[in-house]
């Protein structure tokens, strides 16, 4: 008997897990560029930086999860598009600070190895490495029975990028009299999935082929939507604007979010009607018998990404990044702060 089995009894198999290496190789090797001078399997991805052309490259590093949309991924038995949100979780706070994502890993852990599910997962953050335009360098796959259940596992990302230290946006520049434009999400994105599961599982169990007139496809497919991978068109927009702040919008909606690079003199004023939004929040603000309030709190509410420009250039900077595939809104403005007045206002 082969020496490893009582592992395998356990619920490990060592065979299944050289066996994932092979059918990932390709995979991640499809998002190589030159800079990567390494394999899928060793004990470290490798990455040549080439910082000719910037003064003081500084390097921006991020971590993220998906959180409880992974749950939807279980009850929709659909997994090959939760790793595009993992990505876009990770690559979209890296190019706030106006960094270039250059390299991403990830760690997934199951209860159980199952080859084609591992697949279909690290396809999707494949798909999201190559919308970011950067690199599947390593990653880690551990088969964690008795920890997940069977069909249970979880995901994490890390990102790395690398921005020069003059062009850091950081808000620092923010002042009274920007606009504030705000490009739309693909519907809920990563967030408020806690929220989603208590209404749309819990309380309306609703399966997840239950057809939604309002969205026009299924409950299934509208919660799995991946996460909008803002990168490449907010680089361009980067390389024709001043940009004095940019904000993604994630758990904690507008009031979380933005405040982070606001300065103390400054509040912004988010004109709730400057945009349309999507008819799944509607719908969960509706069912779930949510207010207003809550729903700004929890969900992005139809815009995923702010950036903060200077007057005379808000109407363009929508515009082009509209024209691009991502519609994009004037949605506000910096107003100066009253004391004791909080760092967002609803109008």
């Not at 997940?148 to 921005?163: C, N, Q, R, S, T």
């Amino acid at each position: 008997m082969p020496h490893h089995s009582r592992y395998q009894e356990s619920g490990v198999d060592l065979d299944k897990a050289n066996k994932l290496v092979e059918r990932i190789q390709p995979l991640a090797r499809s998002t190589f560029h030159g800079a990567v001078i390494t394999d899928i399997g060793g004990f470290g991805g490798l990455y040549s930086l080439d910082c000719s052309g910037l003064k003081n490259p500084v390097l921006v590093a991020s971590t993220d999860g998906v959180g409880t949309k992974l749950k939807i991924a279980f009850w929709t038995g659909k997994h090959d598009t939760v790793g595009i949100d993992l990505v876009a979780m990770c690559v979209n706070d890296i190019v706030v600070q106006g960094a270039r994502p250059l390299f991403f890993l990830d760690y997934l852990a199951v209860g159980k190895m199952d080859l084609d599910r591992v697949e279909a997962i690290i396809r999707g953050v494949v798909s999201g490495c190559k919308e970011a335009n950067c690199s599947l360098i390593g990653g880690e796959t551990a088969e964690m029975p008795g920890f997940y259940g069977e069909h249970e596992y979880d995901l994490a990302g890390f990102a790395v990028g690398i921005v020069d230290n003059p062009n850091i946006i950081d808000g620092s520049t923010i002042r009274v009299g920007n606009r504030i434009v705000g490009i739309a999400s693909s519907g809920l994105h990563s967030n408020g999935y806690s929220l989603v599961r208590r209404v749309v599982i819990d309380e309306l169990k609703l399966p997840p082929d239950t057809f939604l007139p309002e969205c026009a496809r299924t409950v299934g497919e509208e919660l799995l939507e991946p996460t909008r991978i803002y990168v490449e068109p907010v680089l361009k927009i980067l390389r024709q604007f001043d940009i004095a702040g940019m904000a993604h919008i994630t758990g904690g909606g507008f009031f979380d979010n933005i405040p982070r690079i606001l300065p103390q003199t400054c509040q912004a004023v988010i004109r709730r009607d400057s945009w349309p939004i999507p008819p799944i929040f509607r719908f969960l603000q509706e069912k779930g018998n949510i207010s207003e309030e809550e729903m700004f709190r929890v969900f992005n509410c139809g815009i995923g990404y702010v950036l903060v420009v200077k007057e005379e250039h808000s109407e363009e900077v929508a515009g082009r990044l509209t024209g691009m595939g991502y519609p994009s809104y004037a949605i506000g403005e910096i107003v100066a702060r009253e004391p004791g007045a909080p760092p967002i206002r609803m109008a």
